[in-house]
Structures are given as C-alpha cells and as structure tokens.
C-alpha cells in the first residue's frame, strides 16, 4: 500500500494535539522518553490510520515520531511512541506466527523464560575521512558494525570512528503460557529485543524470569549462518518489541461456556461434589481412595495468607506418593524390542544378556542400565529415548493376547497399557480395558540411520588340498545383502563333516546373473549350473566350501534350518539404509507375487522372518499386514495343510514400495507399474479415530458450516456424526482451511495428522491362561513408552493424570531434570555476548503445578535446590554478577519408587525412602503406595475389572477432566477476587 509519509505526520500531530496535548506536556516535565498511545483512540479517530499502524507499522510510527518533534517543545527529537490495546485480532499466540506475519504489528501474551543482562547497542556511527575530513553518518540497522564503504572524495576504507550513539537493548526468550495449553502441547518460543525505555530499571523489574507478560512488537526475521559461514535458506523469528505490560496472572480470560457454567453451578450444590471429584481423578485405577482425595484437596489447593507480623503461609499443598512400581505392567519374553542401532531383539534376552548388576525384588529382579530406543513422544513423533531400567517379574496367571488388523500381535500383562486417540488427545489406558475394533498406536515409520556392520569373525581355513578358499567379508555391503536376501527366499543350505553346500534355484536369468555376479565378488569362489530336472523348469547354482559354511554359522545360522525356523540374519537390520534395501530386493524379486487385487505379497512358514520383514519395512515408512493361511507345501510329498503367514503391502503402501525399495528384476517391475496405473487407492485405511466430537466442536466454536470445512458436506456430515474416522489425507484437508483460526484444538489435529502414529485397529483382544515363568518391562525416562512387536507400550502414572487436568502444569521427571532446570539457571547469551538468566519449571509453575516424576533418581544436589521453592516459595539466584528473587508460588506433586525398586516388607517405611530427611519435611502429605496381598480388596479389583469388561462407561470419570480444569479456573478467581 502506497502510503503518503507527510500526510500522515499531519495525521498524527493533529491526533496528538486533540487527544493528548496535556499528556505530552506532562511527559516532558516528568523526563519520560515513551509516548503511549492507545490503539482504539487512533481508530476512532483515522481507522485507515489504524490500519496503517498494524500493516506498516515502522514507516509509521517514525511518522508520529517526526510528527511529535513539530511541536514547539523541548527534547522532542528522541521521543518514541509506543502503542497498545491492539485488536484482539491481532492477539498471535507464539506458535501459531507465520512468515505472513512478518512486519506486521502484532500482541502475544507469554512467560518470561530467559532474560539476558541489558548491554549498550549502537544505533548509529559517525566517520572522518583521514583524506578530506568529511564526517559519514552510517546508521547501524544490521547486527554486524557497519562501516562507510567509500568517501565522496575517492577514498575507500580505514575510516576512524569519531562517535556513537549507543541506546540500552536486553533481549527475553518469552514462551507460551500454559493456560492456552492443553493436553501434550509443547509450549513454543521466541526472542524478544527491548531497547530504550523499555529496559529501564522500573521495567527490568517487571520482566524477570517466571513473570507473564504482554508484547507488543513487529515480527521480523534472523539470518541463519552455516557452520561454513554461509547464509541459510531458512531464518529465524524474533520480535522487535513497542511496547510490553506485566499481566495479573490469573485465569480471568479463560472463557467459560453458559452450559460449562450450568454444569459447574450444578455440581456446587451438590453435597456429594467432593466424592464425585475424588472419583474423577484416574478413575481407572482401583481404589487409593484417600490419595484420590488428596489430589483433588491439591488441585484445588489453599489461599495464601500474610500475618499482621509480615510472615507468609503458602497455601499449596506439598505431596509425595512412594510406593512399588506398577505391578506386572510387563510383556512376554518373547516380544520384539526395536533398539536405537536398529537391533530387533526379544526383551527377554536384552534383559537377561545386560551385565549390569541384578538387584532383587519380591517379585523379580530388575537391574539399572542404559539403553539406547525408538519412542514416541507427546507430539506423537517417534524419536530417541533411554531405557534405564530393565525388570523381570513372575508372571501373573491371566494375560491379555492383542491381535490388530495389520497382524501385530503382542501378549502383555491386563495393567500394561497402550495409547489411544481420544477426542484429539493421545492417552494410555490398559490393556484389560481395550476393547475389539479399538484403535492402539503403532509406528508408522522408523528414523533409524544405521550403519556398515564389521563382521570381527575368526573362521578356521581348512587344510585340504582340493578345498575352496573363499575371501572372508570384513564389513556388510550391498552384493552380500543382496546374497543374503536371494538365499533367504529360495536358497538351501546343507552341511556334513567334510564340506557345506550351497543351492540357489531360479527360472529368471536376470536373477541367476545377479546372484552369480554377487556371490563371485563377495566370496570370490565359482559358482556351478546346474540344468534343471525333469520336474522342475528352473536352473540351480552351486558352491561348496567349508569355510563359507563357517562363515554362515556365525551370521545366518538359521539358513541351515527348516523353513519354519529360517529367520532374518541380525546384522541386516542394523545396516545403513542401502543395504538393507539391497536385502529387500533381492528377497523381493525372488519370494514376492503381485495380486491384480490386493497388491504385494510373500508367503513364509516362518513368523518371525515375516515379523522382522514387517519391522524392515518400517525403516521405509512401508505399512505391511500380517495374516496366517493355511495351505499344501508344494514341495512336500505330505500333501496335508500347514500354517503359513502372508505378508501383505496394499493400498497406498505399494507406491511407496515402489519408490523406496522397488523391484530390481524388469519382469516384476512391469507388473508393478501395470497394477499402479490410473489405481486409486482407499484412504479410509489410514484414519485417525474418535475425532466427531473435536471437529463439531471447533465447527460450531468459529461458526462455520458444513460447507467451510473443505471436504464434501456428505462426507464431513458421517465424520461429525462418529460413524467414519478421519483419514489422514481427509484431517490434512480439513485443516488446511481452517488454519487460520487461533484454537488449540486446531493445533492438536495437526499433530496427530502429521504424527508418526499410525492407528492400527484391535481385531482381536481375549485373555489367555498364562504359562510364562516371567514377564519383562523396559522403564523408558521422559517419555515412557517403547515399541513392542511394532506396536507403542506405555507406563501411566497419577502424575501424568494430574498435569493433564491441572490448568497450569509442568511435567518433569528423575534424571532428566536437574536443579537449574527445576529452579532456574545462569546461562551465555549468544546474542547480546553477555548473561541470561533462566527460568525452570518450579518459578515457570508459579500459581500452578509441578509434577515431579522419579524423584528418587535424581541427584542430591539437584533435589536440594528444591527446599527454598517449597518452603519459601521463591528462587533466590546470585550468580555472574546476577542477583535475582523469583515467584515460585507452586504445588509440587512428586512420585518415588522406595530404595530397592520395591518396599521391604520387613523393614519400616521410613527408612526405606531414598530421599534427604530434610527435603521429605517440605511435603505435607506423603503416601506409601504398597502392593500387598489381600482376599477382599483382591475380590474388589476382580470385581472392578469385571465392570469395565461388560461396559466401559465405568472408566468414565463422573466429572469430565476439560470441566476439572474449568472448574479450577473459576475457584481460583473466586479466590483472588477481593473481599466485598
């Protein structure tokens, strides 16, 4: 928009001069270098101005500057304007800031994390020319020192620096309130440069670390430099702030419904409220009633109180929950664990191959370790975790077999929990409570690199005189894969005292010369053909040698067996990428069949090949389906049924076979292509479930039909009623036109519809008499969760139940936290070259809550830094000439496990909590969490889980955790609102 600059100095002398001529005269006299102007003055009195204000805002507001400085006073010049109650329109949360929005004047509200010491910034320079004496103005807008390049008269460089003008700048890292999060939202940030007035002492104050404050500011972009110095495509985004307020940090602004406030109404004057509001709280755990109420006495916490002598008595209530860990949250031995190398092993043997030190329990042994995992975090995206303790326990008598659509089958203990979608938010629940046609977490894809294996082997060369010598491969390539790969599907290997032969049967000469040329470079010994027989149509390729039988002893040594024992080598799953898509298409080429119908497959006596294969495939973000079929072995004189397992890739998969693994051999690959052309593919296979209610409700919130929802009304009409889940392709749709819309509702759909998650639905969930000696558990830090025979396995706590519902909640656990992050820290500012000071969870809690997990695992010395946020209620920092008290007026809920993993029972409880005497004070309530046998509460569980079996209501908690988190909300006002 052309914008006539000296029409809008007059525009905006003539708005000073009829709104605040009396407050600029007062301004003067009082030494002050801000003008404030309220934004809704200046629409009232030029909207169009207004508007320039919000789009053009720096050509602007240097347009009132220089208006201001007309007027007949005195130190006008360096006066600056400074604009606030913009729109509530222009009110941007952090994350939800787009390149759009760059130079745009916006409003954010946020939480003060970082804040850097102030440090003088040059905002111009003046220069001498040493030739002619001309002075050279040159006013510093980049963040590199700027120096004139040449003189009118000639000269060029080595000018001298006669002055600068330096003004105050600090920068602050704001991040995202967590009222206007919910559920697993990760709270996003953003640097904000203050410069001026707004650093003076009274505002330094008013913006210390912990403090909620309102920004108002342009959005602008960062270079980003390369390590080689270069500049990058991509930039960064800061905010170049006009002005900022402390906000009150209350839940004022929380918008509640009139039926949300009928319901709230409703349920204060109810007697029974406190029983129901215990009852809510994890209402699928059995019993620990006077936990449950606890929490709900903590939820909704005290007032704080000051005596007329000055002292302070806090009114949040401290508590500690010690006790075992979950019992018999395990799996069976055999289940396969993907590890962060690529590794597919059964946890069995990860836990009981570890040479860590075993410590006992009642139950079983565990021991304290540190393995590398794929796990998914709380944005659904599968990422790398540490599994630091391995458990091994006696395993109940009734266990839960899982079979999903895709042929995943996993056997877990009834407590051991899976997650599912929930009205857009991704939940645990156990498996006693899953139901047939549910829909549990899987990955979708595997971010594993990998690398070349080195194979350290020490083969015994044989001493015959006519014996083949092979050359012994150091490291994995991809002509062994690929041998590897054509053996697994149609090798045989046999073996006696002497020799080992090796067969290779085939009808494709492509696939002949292929194997031929791989063996041959990889072994370097000759390859015999030998001609088909009578009943057969295809030719076979031999090799005999001692030694290459040794060799495959060691990394196939399943390939001497039957088929129905025949199992992927170990080594190929951790390869690089290349190589194991080299094995891929080699087994491919020579196993698979392609259906005019249901797309690619392979059939093998072997479930675990075909397990593994499923797992590789993932490395590829290939969704394949397992089925069992029975059928003749056509090799076999027995002509009688035998299991089989037929891997599937259809659908939409196929493509992605084809573009990331292929077929090598040209007769498939036309095959291939010929049953992809002009095909479309139903999405409805990859949907995410139980949506209806979220996207009604975000429909009706912003007032948009059917019709705006950006899909076809008839089928939009079946996902709000419930009776079709979203596909993927269908949620992405949707979003899209609706992204515009500032809702954190929004914001969760794009998670799980850009997630790693792939929804895999329960076919089949039946209990199955148990006869394991043992089951086994990975404890995962942070995110604990781990992949189990490809499906997503979790631990749930009351903890993660309560920074759910909490309306302002910090989630934080064992090792993964230490005292700065807890309180808060001193660190380097990359920006300004100096001191930052940091928040941690305790002061970024403040009026909120912070749920400490594994509070046993943490170090003495982080712990301590608790005791003055407990007790005091503040964090008290001196460090690098930074001296500081912040507001951590916080509810801290912790959770341990006893000394030795699980309480003695004869020893006393006291002596048995591996935490300092003096921080266990700092808790007002501390509960022992002990599983001990008992017929009648037994009974009562049975009983309990009984009713969740026939009808899963009972689950349900009696008030919904969203109108919990109201109901807070509303307490809290009522709380901080003064005395009538």
Not at 597 to 607: E, H, Q
Not at 723 to 750: E, H, T, V
Not at 872 to 891: D, G, M, V, Y
Request: with cysteine; charged share 30%; proline share 4%.
């Amino acid at each position: 928009m052309i914008v006539d600059t000296s029409e809008q100095i007059e525009k905006f002398k003539e708005f000073i001069e009829i709104n605040y001529s009396g407050l600029l005269k007062d301004i003067i006299k009082k030494g002050r270098k801000a003008f404030i102007v309220d934004f809704n003055d200046l629409s009232k009195f030029d909207p169009d101005l207004a508007e320039q204000l919000l789009s053009e805002p720096e050509d602007t507001l240097k347009a009132g500057e220089l208006s201001i400085s007309q007027f007949d006073l005195p130190d006008m010049s360096k006066l600056r304007i400074r604009a606030r109650n913009l729109p509530s329109s222009e009110r941007i949360s952090i994350k939800n800031i787009r390149s759009e929005h760059l130079g745009k004047l916006i409003t954010l509200d946020g939480i003060v994390r970082q804040a850097s010491d102030v440090r003088p910034q040059v905002v111009s320079a003046k220069f001498e020319c040493p030739s002619c004496g001309n002075n050279i103005s040159i006013l510093q807008i980049d963040t590199r020192f700027k120096e004139p390049v040449r003189c009118s008269c000639g000269r060029r460089g080595k000018f001298r620096l006669v002055s600068k003008d330096l003004v105050d700048a600090q920068r602050l890292v704001l991040e995202e309130s967590p009222e206007g999060l919910e559920g697993g939202e990760q709270p996003k940030r953003i640097s904000v440069f203050l410069k001026e007035d707004l650093v003076e002492p009274v505002m330094e104050k008013k913006t210390t670390p912990g403090s909620l404050v309102r920004v108002v500011g342009i959005i602008k972009e960062v270079p980003v430099f390369l390590k080689t110095g270069a500049q990058s495509i991509r930039f960064d985004l800061m905010i170049e702030a006009n002005f900022i307020e402390p906000v009150e940090e209350t839940f004022e602004d929380v918008e509640i419904s009139k039926e949300d406030e009928e319901k709230i109404l409703n349920l204060a004057k109810d007697p029974g409220v406190y029983e129901k509001l215990a009852g809510s709280i994890a209402p699928s755990i059995f019993g620990h009633e006077p936990i449950k109420e606890a929490l709900v006495l903590q939820l909704m916490g005290g007032v704080r109180k000051v005596r007329e002598d000055g002292t302070k008595v806090k009114g949040d209530i401290h508590v500690l929950l010690v006790g075992d860990p979950g019992a018999a949250k395990c799996v069976t031995g055999e289940s396969k664990v993907v590890l962060a190398d690529g590794s597919i092993e059964r946890i069995s043997e990860i836990v009981n191959n570890c040479d860590d030190k075993i410590h006992r329990i009642d139950d079983g042994t565990y021991k304290v370790t540190n393995h590398d995992l794929p796990t998914v975090g709380l944005d659904g995206k599968v990422s790398r975790g540490k599994a630091t303790i391995l458990w091994k326990r006696k395993s109940p008598k009734g266990l839960y077999k899982v079979t999903t659509k895709t042929g995943r089958e996993i056997i877990v203990t009834p407590t051991h929990p899976f997650f599912v979608c929930n009205k857009s938010y991704i939940i645990a629940k156990p498996a006693r409570k899953i139901k047939n046609k549910e829909f549990i977490a899987a990955p979708r894809f595997l971010d594993i690199k990998g690398k070349r294996q080195e194979f350290k082997l020490d083969i015994k060369r044989t001493n015959a005189k006519n014996g083949n010598h092979i050359k012994i491969p150091k490291y994995s390539s991809v002509e062994l894969n690929r041998v590897l790969g054509y053996l697994l599907a149609e090798g045989y290997l046999r073996k006696n005292k002497t020799t080992t032969e090796i067969k290779f049967d085939n009808f494709d000469n492509p696939v002949l010369e292929d194997y031929n040329k791989c063996f041959k470079k990889v072994f370097e010994i000759p390859l015999f053909r030998l001609n088909p027989r009578k009943s057969k149509n295809c030719f076979t390729l031999r090799a005999t040698s001692v030694e290459l039988g040794r060799f495959f002893d060691y990394i196939a040594p399943s390939y001497f067996k039957r088929s129905r024992y025949k199992e992927i080598p170990s080594f190929i799953s951790k390869c690089i990428i290349s190589e194991i898509r080299s094995f891929l298409q080699a087994y491919f080429d020579t196993e698979a069949s392609i259906h005019k119908t249901k797309g690619i497959y392979v059939v093998s006596a072997s479930k675990s090949l075909i397990e593994d294969l499923q797992t590789l495939l993932l490395r590829f973000g290939i969704i394949s389906q397992i089925h069992p079929t029975f059928s003749r072995a056509t090799n076999s004189r027995n002509k009688t049924k035998r299991k089989y397992f037929r891997l599937v890739i259809s659908g939409e998969d196929v493509k992605r076979f084809r573009e990331r693994v292929g077929f090598t051999l040209a007769r498939k690959k036309n095959i291939l292509n010929h049953y992809l052309k002009d095909r479309k593919f139903n999405t409805n296979k990859d949907v995410i479930p139980n949506l209806s209610a979220v996207l009604s409700g975000i429909r009706k919130k912003h007032n948009l039909s059917q019709f705006d929802m950006g899909i076809p009304r008839s089928t939009y009409q079946h996902l709000e009623r419930g009776d079709r889940n979203p596909s993927r392709y269908l949620l992405k749709k949707i979003i899209g036109n609706i992204s515009n819309f500032s809702d954190s509702s929004i914001l969760r759909l794009k998670q799980l519809a850009n997630s790693d998650i792939f929804w895999d639905q329960v076919k089949e969930i039946k209990k199955i008499n148990s006869d394991e000696d043992w089951v086994y558990d990975l404890q995962v830090n942070d995110t604990h969760n781990f992949l189990a025979n490809n499906l997503v396995v979790h631990n749930s706590t009351f903890l993660t139940y309560i920074a759910y519902s909490a309306p302002k909640a910090r989630y934080v656990a064992g090792r993964g936290s230490s005292g700065a992050g807890l309180t808060a820290s001193v660190v380097k500012d990359e920006f300004l070259r100096g001191w930052a000071l940091e928040a941690g969870a305790l002061v970024l809690a403040n009026k909120g809550f912070c749920c400490i997990d594994e509070m046993d695992k943490m170090k003495e010395e982080d712990t301590s830094a608790l005791h003055e946020g407990m007790a005091q209620q503040t964090i008290t920092i001196s460090k690098a000439n930074i001296q500081a008290s912040l507001k951590a007026e916080t509810t801290v809920l912790a959770a341990a496990n006893p000394k030795l993993g699980r309480f003695d029972p004869y020893k006393s409880v006291a002596e048995q909590i591996n935490m300092p005497p003096a921080l266990i004070n700092r808790f007002d309530l501390i509960f022992p969490v002990r599983d001990l046998p008992n017929k009648e509460k037994d009974a009562k569980i049975a009983g309990h889980i009984l009713k969740l079996s026939v009808d899963s209501k009972e689950s349900r908690p009696i008030i919904d955790r969203n109108l919990l988190k109201l109901e807070k909300e509303e307490l809290d006002q009522y709380q901080s609102a003064p005395d009538n």
